[in-house]
């Protein structure tokens, strides 16, 4: 099978913030496991990046909507014998973990970031281009060179505050990606535009094209419709110009 490129356009703020987050644990993923000084500072940088997110809007709350009302509709298709009961169950018993400890009073993602003397020492310097250097932060440098055993702790005691952020970010985005029936469409001359439905809710655009393509999507869109633009570039610095050929793609308009 083709491999295919995907990209997406939220439609809401919600969704934006949905996907930074899951980007920012995606870094975090692919440095978890690895063992260089610069890793371990990937690692904080991130964390200290969806701290920051997190701050500037209450998207635990949000979260806390998403999956209620994602488990008052897998409540809802209880019995219903089109849906495979065992599975339905799992799903649901999962979101009610989450949220369990979503809901806990004195939990505060990415506390133990915010407490920490060398995480603070640390994050005061990163808005300084090259300001996190062995010279301006000596006891950050100590710490990266302590054994690895010893900074695998500290960043998983740090990141486990944020974790349920991740599961709760990955379970939303997984329901709304999977809430489509994908369409193959035409682009003419480059250019598609759709209006979205009042009764559907689409809250974010995937627009799908073989890895092979020469072309890339510009999607933009809001409440009422959203157009695709697929633009080309022979050179990295030439500037993109709309193709005026025909482009097939698969469109997936999410609306869960």
Same mark, same amino acid.
């Given at each position: 099978m /083709?491999?295919?490129? #995907?990209?997406?356009q939220?439609? *809401?703020?919600?969704v934006?913030n +949905?996907?930074?987050?899951e980007? =920012? ?6 440095r978890y ?24 809007s209450?998207?635990k ?11 008052s ?6 019995d219903?014998?089109?849906?495979d009961?065992?599975?339905l ?12 400890k ?5 939990y ?15 994050? /005061?310097?990163?808005? #300084?281009?090259?300001?996190?250097? *062995?010279?301006?932060?000596?006891? +950050?440098?100590?710490?990266?060179? =302590? ?9 998983q005691?740090w ?33 598609y535009?759709r209006?979205?439905?009042p009764?559907?809710?689409?809250q ?10 020469s ?7 809001g ?15 030439d500037?993109?110009?709309?193709t005026?050929s ?5 469109l997936?308009c999410?609306?869960?």
């Amino acid at each position: 099978m /083709q491999k295919k490129i #995907i990209y997406e356009q939220p439609l *809401n703020e919600r969704v934006r913030n +949905f996907l930074r987050l899951e980007h =920012l644990f995606s870094i975090i993923e692919s440095r978890y496991d690895q063992s260089t000084s610069w890793d371990f500072r990937f690692l904080l940088e991130s964390m200290l990046e969806i701290v920051d997110l997190l701050s500037r809007s209450d998207l635990k709350a949000e979260l806390i909507k998403e999956l209620e009302k994602h488990s008052s509709m897998l409540i809802s298709l209880k019995d219903n014998p089109a849906v495979d009961q065992s599975r339905l169950v799992a799903i649901n018993e999962n979101i009610i973990q989450i949220l369990k400890k979503l809901r806990e009073s004195d939990y505060q993602p990415g506390n133990s970031l915010k407490t920490s003397e060398l995480v603070n020492s640390f994050k /005061q310097r990163t808005s #300084i281009p090259g300001g996190t250097c *062995n010279f301006d932060l000596p006891r +950050f440098h100590h710490w990266l060179n =302590l054994p690895i055993q010893k900074k695998r702790h500290d960043i998983q005691n740090w990141f486990k505050d944020i974790e349920p952020i991740k599961q709760a970010v990955e379970f939303a985005l997984e329901m709304l990606r999977n809430s489509t029936n994908p369409s193959t469409e035409t682009a003419e001359e480059g250019f598609y535009q759709r209006p979205i439905e009042p009764n559907l809710s689409c809250q974010l655009i995937r627009v799908l094209l073989p890895e092979v393509s020469s072309f890339y999507p510009e999607i933009s869109g809001g409440k009422h419709r959203f157009t695709v633009r697929f633009m080309q570039s022979n050179d990295s610095a030439d500037r993109p110009i709309q193709t005026d050929s025909n482009v097939e793609f698969e469109l997936h308009c999410c609306i869960l």
